[in-house]
């Protein structure tokens, strides 16, 4: 979409919201004013409703933004932290090896499936121990 900002990756790897930030003022029926942090300014502090979420009082599902680590660029890395599952597809000619990856900042109901051979070459320390389960 044009003039849309994303936060890092697109699709599951991306952050669904970042937050909790105090609403400054309400402006019309259906967009609200945002007190954002100073790293944001290049960020449009008007959102409409359905970009916002009611903040959860539980702080295990609170991502700070210091944690995320924001770029200038207003993108972030994805760091894989364990190998969770593995399974092998079989293709028309050729079988296709997946493993699946729980990522930091992440819950276990939103690990990814990945490219097996591409998760190796990128991050060869989750497999040394050979513990990719099967």
């Not at 991306?14 to 003022?25: T, W």
């Not at 972030?76 to 493993?99: F, G, H, M, N």
């Amino acid at each position: 979409m044009k003039g849309v900002m994303r936060f890092g990756k697109k699709g599951n790897l991306s952050p669904r919201y970042i937050g909790p930030y105090r609403i400054a003022k309400r402006i019309g029926k259906v967009a609200y004013e945002l007190e954002l942090l100073q790293e944001l300014t290049s960020v449009p502090s008007v959102f409409h409703v359905s970009m916002l979420r009611t903040c959860m009082d539980d702080p295990l599902l609170i991502i700070p933004t210091e944690d995320i680590s924001i770029k200038d660029s207003l993108s972030y890395e994805e760091i894989p932290v364990q190998i969770l599952d593995r399974q092998v597809r079989k293709l028309r000619t050729k079988e296709e090896a997946s493993v699946k990856v729980l990522w930091r900042n992440q819950f276990v109901e939103e690990a990814t499936w990945e490219a097996e051979e591409d998760m190796n070459r990128r991050y060869p320390h989750l497999f040394e121990f050979g513990e990719v389960p099967n």
